[in-house]
């Protein structure tokens, strides 16, 4: 029951609770690019690896599943999860599980735009986004958004890329340097995130957690509070229900007068999850079962409100 996690990055804290929870299950072997990843550490084996944008990543990873003989594998990055639904196949033929929602629903969820427009279609909350410079000027002018705006990458995580634009004299700055981006207003409203998990056997949703988030550092949840709202909550199941996606998912809320509108989903584990592990919300728990071969029993929005989960700094030495 070895299970590869990809691209770990910083993400410590999930690692311990993978290797917590596989217990004598199984190994937890940690792939990274970068060989100062403190993640790659918190697990029972790690290896470096090649970037995922090199040729020979893939073979790299299916080279990593035959050596640890591996039954499942995952990654913690967006870019990553178009490639692993993409080549879903060949680690099929291998026996092994990929953890990773359709190619048609990761390219969706990465591109900004899309994504608008797939919640729009299905009416569902979700912040006015314009690619066009033409569609932003018509929304100014008939009132639908107003200043300031926020200029991003179309296909960007992390939210890295962040340009403000205060007023119209600024577009001037911004006319030649955009491209593949998207143009939303600027909510100073509330920010929420939810930690879902879609059982991988029933694709039934089996545990649903939210937050409100308190503060932010370097596009994560520094500190958040556990809310319990059933407006958020049925927001939630509806879009899962819509979307299909299967595994981990994470979405991004903000809180605008009395609703709740959608602003980004990434369909892999978020920052924020550990709130939801911490709370009892067990998402790699539900993993594990699914590959024992097991259905989880849905356990929706159980758990208590209330509860702050603050993140803080830790420090690692390799000799």
């Known amino acids: 029951m070895n299970v590869l996690v990809t691209s770990v990055g910083r993400r410590v804290k999930l690692l311990h609770y993978f290797v917590r929870e596989w217990g004598d299950t199984g190994r937890i072997i940690a792939v990274d690019c970068d060989p100062t990843a403190p993640a790659l550490y918190a697990a029972h084996h790690h290896e470096q690896v090649p970037r995922i944008d090199d040729p020979g990543y893939l073979d790299a990873l299916l080279h990593m599943c035959q050596r640890y003989e591996i039954k499942a594998i995952?990654?913690?990055?967006?870019?990553?999860?178009?490639?692993?639904?993409?080549?879903?196949?060949?680690?099929?033929?291998?026996?092994?599980?990929?953890?990773?929602?359709s190619r048609d629903v990761i390219q969706m969820c990465l591109d900004k735009r899309a994504t608008y427009d797939f919640l729009s279609a299905h009416q569902i909350p979700a912040i006015p986004t314009f690619t066009k410079m033409d569609e932003v000027q018509a929304a100014l002018f008939a009132g639908q958004i107003t200043y300031p705006l926020i200029v991003k990458p179309r296909y960007g995580s992390?939210?890295?890329?962040?340009?403000?634009?205060?007023?119209?004299?600024?577009?001037?700055?911004?006319?030649?340097?955009?491209?593949?981006?998207?143009?939303?207003?600027?909510?100073?409203?509330?920010?929420?995130?939810?930690?879902?998990?879609?059982?991988?056997?029933?694709?039934?949703?089996?545990?649903?957690?939210?937050?409100?988030?308190?503060?932010?550092?370097?596009?994560?949840?520094?500190?958040?509070?556990?809310?319990?709202?059933?407006?958020?909550?049925?927001?939630?199941?509806?879009?899962?229900?819509?979307?299909?996606?299967?595994?981990?998912?994470?979405?991004?809320?903000?809180?605008?007068?009395?609703?709740?509108?959608?602003?980004?989903?990434?369909?892999?584990?978020?920052?924020?999850?550990?709130?939801?592990?911490?709370?009892?919300?067990?998402?790699?728990?539900?993993?594990?079962?699914?590959?024992?071969?097991?259905?989880?029993?849905?356990?929706?929005?159980?758990?208590?409100?209330?509860?702050?989960?603050?993140?803080?700094?830790?420090?690692?030495?390799?000799?």
């Open 74 to 101: 995952l990654s913690l990055i967006d870019p990553e999860l178009t490639l692993l639904a993409a080549h879903a196949d060949r680690f099929y033929m291998q026996g092994i599980e990929v953890i990773v929602s």
């Open 158 to 319: 992390a939210s890295l890329g962040i340009t403000r634009v205060e007023n119209d004299q600024e577009w001037s700055v911004l006319m030649g340097k955009m491209e593949d981006v998207v143009i939303q207003p600027f909510l100073q409203a509330e920010e929420y995130g939810v930690d879902g998990y879609v059982d991988l056997i029933s694709g039934e949703l089996v545990t649903l957690f939210t937050r409100k988030k308190l503060r932010m550092r370097a596009g994560e949840t520094d500190r958040s509070l556990a809310v319990k709202d059933p407006r958020l909550l049925s927001l939630a199941k509806e879009l899962i229900r819509v979307l299909e996606p299967r595994g981990p998912i994470d979405i991004d809320c903000f809180l605008v007068g009395d609703q709740y509108v959608v602003s980004e989903i990434n369909p892999r584990f978020g920052g924020g999850y550990p709130h939801a592990h911490e709370s009892g919300v067990n998402i790699v728990r539900a993993l594990l079962q699914n590959i024992k071969g097991l259905v989880n029993v849905p356990k929706v929005g159980e758990y208590k409100e209330g509860s702050i989960l603050m993140k803080y700094d830790e420090v690692m030495l390799l000799e």
